[in-house]
């Protein structure tokens, strides 16, 4: 699909954003290994999400509902079933991650594959410790999917995390939960802290020391009800368009603003955004609040160090708010987004040059100068949610109609994006 952008004069209103992929993805896998019925409410409508909803069906558990309510009939710790197939994770790097966590202590085998964007990135930072703790997976070239995986009575581990992943943290925690014992990741920054929130949730023990997390194995996992909060991640790109169209003004409703995740606020506040958060509130152990935004010109910064860690999936869109900041961005330390949905360094760095913003490419990172115009181009999604819709944005502020194709790739994350943009640009 091929969507056209028009230039805005401003980006007015209020916008309701689908649930936390994060959140929803943990939600529904602990809700499949706990005892009874969980209802969650606000469920991602992301394609990702739905794929994780795909596997645990498969897997003999019940999910009933639609649209954003979903109930899941937990099969206890030891309940789940073997596949009639092989597991589709589709596009989406969490669930193949961490459900291999789950299936690597089943008493029965499983494939899980997925798209083609997903068979070409790395399992080996999961393949590793759950072999360590005693399964035996083969994967295409010892690294790719599809991933066979032959469960086993689990040991647990003291595992160091040699890259900064919630993704192989949660594999890890979520192996743990079927081991005797304690199992414990340190991980060498900080990463999003959901599945910690999430197990307590359902009733797990976990503790937090400094980078190291401990999960008690054999917990008693009891359903529970549970509202996910709207992606802070998918509010990015709202909050970079009324930052980019002078005259803009956006209020969010009911974001998640978990501080592990909201290091975006405080970095576009540090460049001068007029960001405010009038009241928060707890709700599942994750903060909630509604975020109003409004047009801010920007001074510029520097993403590196543990900060690339805690921004990772904002960077592609906050790569084109640098372009038109007054001393621009540069990022450094963020080799891991040469192996995300695309290699992100790569395809920002393309679209931006597509719309005539000069920007250099480093092994790493890139660095792009300020006080850019943006030319009306033909952008490519290269088949990445984010990327669409982090150039989408960049369209709103170019000199004439531009246009994404591949456009429906945002609906991995946010089937509603495109309408939603059209509602509030004028
Ligand atoms: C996620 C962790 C991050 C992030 C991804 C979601 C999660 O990936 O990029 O979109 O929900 O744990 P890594 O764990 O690979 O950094």
Known sequence: ?????????????????????????????????AEGQTRIHNYSTGAD????????????????????????????????RAAAGDLDAGNSGSTIRMLSGILAAQPFGARIFGDESLSRRP???????????GARI???????????????????????????????????????????????VTEP??????????????????????????????????????????????????????LLVPGSQVVIRGVGLNPTRS????????????????????RNGELVGDIAVEYSALRGGTISGGLTAALIDEIPVLAVLGAASEEGLTVRDAAELRVKETDRIRTVIENLRRMGVAAEELPDGM????????RAAEFDSFGDHRIAMAFAVAALRADGPSAVSGAEAASVSFPEFWRTLGAITS
Not at 123 to 133: D, K, S, T, Y
């Open 123 to 133: 399992m080996q930072r999961v393949i590793q410790p759950l072999e360590a703790m």
């Open 138 to 184: 083969r994967a295409r070239d010892g690294r790719f999917p599809p991933l066979e995986i032959h469960g086993a009575a689990l040991r647990p581990i003291d595992y160091v995390l040699p890259v900064a992943s919630a993704q192989v943290k949660t594999c890890v925690l979520f192996a743990g939960l079927f081991a005797a014992g304690r199992t414990s």
């Open 367 to 374: 660095v792009i100068p300020g006080r850019q115009k943006f």
């Open 49 to 80: 999400c739905h794929s994780t909803l795909g596997c645990v069906r498969a897997l003999g558990v019940a999910v009933a509902g639609a649209g954003t309510e979903f109930t899941i009939g937990g099969r206890g710790l030891d309940g789940l």
């Open 189 to 242: 920054a900080r990463s999003r802290d959901h599945t910690e929130i999430a197990l307590r949730e359902f009733g797990a023990e976990v503790a937090a020391q400094g980078r190291k997390i401990t999960v008690e194995g054999r917990p008693r996992l009891e359903a529970r009800e549970l509202f996910v909060p709207s992606d802070l991640s998918s509010a990015a790109f709202f909050l970079a368009a009324a």
């Open 263 to 282: 290091a975006l606020l405080d970095f576009l506040t540090g460049m001068g955004a007029g960001i405010r958060i009038p009241d928060l509130e707890t």
């Open 1 to 33: 699909m091929r969507q056209t952008i028009s230039p805005a004069s401003a980006v007015r209103g209020e916008v309701s954003l689908p649930g936390d992929k994060s959140i929803s993805h943990r939600y529904a896998m602990i809700a499949a290994v």
